[in-house]
C-alpha cells in the first residue's frame, strides 16, 4: 500500500448513491497516513504496518481479534453505561465515589446509543455520516443543554486534550446531529488484579481475574459550531476519498463492502 500523496488531479468516481463515512474510518486513515516508522514494543512490527493493516481490515470489514486490554476498556464502558439506570446509591455502592461523580452524576438520564445521521453532498458526490453517541440528552436537563453529548474513553497513559480533540468523533457527530456540545470523559487507569489464580483441592486451576480500574476521570470539552465540525469533516473526507482514488483495490472495498 503506498503511502505517496495523492496527485492533485485525480478525480474520485461518483456513484448514484451514498457512501458510508464513520469516524472510525476516517481516524483509521488519518493514523495510517501519520503513524511513526519505529517498531511496535515487542514485536517486529512497526506503527505503520499496523495501521496500513488496520486500515485495510476496516475497508473489507475483516473479522479481528480484540486485544485483551483493549477488551477490558470496553467492558469497564459497557458495565459503566449499563450501570446508569441504577439508583444513584446503588452505583455508588458497586463503582464508589469516582464514578459516580465523575459518570452517574454526569451520565445518568441521558439516552444511550442514539444513531446519528446525515445525507449529504460533496464535490458531487453524496455522503452519509453515520455514528452512535455513548450519552446523549436530546431535550436537555438542568445540567445539560438540548443535544449535549458525551463519549466515554478508556486509557492507560494520559497524552493530553489533543489526543480526543483532534479526533473525527466529535467533529462528525456534531455535524450530523445539529448539535454543539460535546464532551468526552477519558478514564485512565490499568489493569489490575482483583483475585489471584488459585488451585483447587482437584487440581484445577483458575487463572487471576483481571479487571480494569480507573485512577482518574479527564473530562475533555470538544464543543464546536456545525460550520466549523461541517469544514473539518469535508476536509476529512475529501482526503480520505483523494487518497482511495489511487489505490483501486481499496477505493472498491470502501464501495462495495464498507458502504453496504
Not at 151 to 157: R, V
Not at 169 to 188: R, S
Not at 223 to 251: C, G, Q
Amino acid at each position: 500500500m503506498s503511502k505517496a500523496k495523492a496527485p492533485a488531479a485525480t478525480t474520485p468516481t461518483i456513484v448514484d448513491k451514498s457512501l458510508l463515512i464513520t469516524s472510525s474510518i476516517l481516524d483509521a486513515y488519518d493514523w495510517y497516513k501519520s503513524a511513526p516508522p519505529s517498531t511496535k514494543k515487542g514485536t517486529s512490527i512497526t506503527w505503520q504496518e499496523s495501521a496500513a493493516t488496520d486500515f485495510r481490515n476496516a475497508l473489507f470489514k475483516t473479522p479481528c481479534e480484540i486485544d485483551p486490554a483493549a477488551k477490558r476498556g470496553i467492558d469497564f464502558e459497557a458495565r459503566i453505561c449499563r450501570d446508569l439506570y441504577m439508583q444513584r446509591s446503588t452505583f455508588l455502592a458497586r463503582h464508589g465515589d469516582l464514578l459516580t461523580t465523575e459518570f452517574y452524576d454526569k451520565c445518568a438520564g441521558g439516552l444511550q446509543q442514539e444513531v446519528v445521521k446525515y445525507v449529504y453532498k460533496i464535490d458531487g458526490q453524496l455522503y452519509c455520516l453515520y455514528g452512535k453517541k455513548d450519552i446523549s440528552f436530546p431535550v436537555g436537563n438542568a445540567k445539560h443543554p438540548k443535544g449535549k453529548t458525551i463519549d466515554i474513553k478508556t486509557t492507560k497513559e494520559w497524552k493530553g486534550h489533543s489526543k480526543y480533540t483532534g479526533r473525527s468523533q466529535h467533529p462528525l457527530y456534531i455535524a450530523a446531529g445539529g448539535i454543539e456540545e460535546f464532551e468526552y470523559l477519558v478514564a485512565v487507569g490499568e489493569d489490575r488484579e482483583i483475585a489471584p489464580a488459585c488451585v483447587s483441592e482437584t487440581g484445577v486451576r483458575t487463572a487471576a481475574k483481571v479487571e480494569w480500574t480507573v485512577d482518574s476521570v479527564i473530562p475533555v470539552v470538544a464543543t464546536l459550531s456545525r460550520d466549523d465540525a461541517f469544514a473539518i469533516i469535508e476536509s476529512k473526507i475529501r482526503a480520505f476519498v483523494a487518497f482511495l482514488a489511487t489505490e483501486p483495490e481499496l477505493e472498491k472495498a470502501y464501495r462495495t463492502i464498507f458502504t453496504k
